[in-house]
């Protein structure tokens, strides 16, 4: 099994907490921290996996992936919005363990070729998927993380997230025979992330929420508590 799939799974708390300078719209979230700051407080709160957004959309650089490699030794994802091999090449040598690719902005055939250059580079896809036809869609899904994504790509991830959008493909996403179900973007509280872990995701991907969160390290213990009470 692939390290992120197996750290992510096997944690205690099962949050990809991201690290990401801007919200889609432009707000800043790092608020005078580095890259590097943003990820200890992560170890810190237990983070078995870090999501690094290098995509300059939301103000990301590689450097930023550089920046989180040199002070984590947990599995690393890069988000952007990949698209040629040549990308994935790069986020191997840059140290990632996981890869976005974005069903909506890729066609089938591309999705499926990426996919498995990904694995062939033993990087793990982060298959993001918004509806039942993507997912049908997603090759070699025993080996990827198949991650619903509730915000809409298309509009810009304007929206609050549709969280309700994970519960509904949660079963056709099961369906495939992944080994990580994830719901991601727009999880905030620890209520709505203890919700969608009961329902049966093996994990989630949380950006804002633990950005803005004075305490990372509180926001996961809440999580725990809450799971630990349901
Ligand atoms: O900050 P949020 O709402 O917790 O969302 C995180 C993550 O899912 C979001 O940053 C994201 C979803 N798809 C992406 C594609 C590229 C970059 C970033 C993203």
């Known amino acids: 099994m692939s390290a992120f799939i197996e750290a992510l799974t096997a944690a205690p708390v099962p949050v990809i907490a991201e690290v ?6 432009g707000r800043d979230l790092l608020g005078g921290r580095g890259p590097a700051d943003v990820a200890r407080a992560y170890h ?11 995509g300059s959309w939301f103000g ?10 040199e002070v984590s030794r947990v ?15 790069r986020a191997a040598e840059f140290g990632a363990s996981a890869v976005l690719l974005t069903a909506q902005l890729l066609p089938a055939q591309v999705l499926r070729s990426l996919t498995e250059r990904a694995l062939g580079l033993g990087l793990t896809p982060f298959v993001e998927v918004v509806s039942e036809e993507e997912i049908a869609d997603v090759a070699h899904p025993a080996d990827c993380v198949i991650a619903v994504n509730n915000k809409d790509i ?9 969280l309700a959008r994970s519960l509904r493909l949660l079963q056709a996403v099961c369906a495939t025979g992944t080994r990580c179900a994830v719901s991601a973007s727009g999880v905030g509280t620890a209520a709505d992330a203890a919700a969608l872990l009961a329902a ?9 929420a633990l950005l803005d969160s004075a305490s990372p390290a509180g926001w996961f213990a809440e999580l725990a508590t809450t799971r630990g009470a349901a």
């Open 20 to 25: 990401k300078a801007r919200d889609s719209g």
């Open 44 to 54: 810190e709160a237990g983070a078995p996996c870090l999501s690094v957004v290098t």
């Open 60 to 69: 990301g650089t590689v450097e930023m992936l550089r920046a989180v490699r």
């Open 75 to 89: 599995p690393l994802l890069q988000k952007d919005f990949l698209t040629r091999e040549r990308q994935l090449r």
């Open 154 to 162: 298309r509009t810009g991830e304007r929206d609050d997230g549709d």
């Open 200 to 208: 049966g995701y093996s994990g989630l991907l949380v950006g804002t």
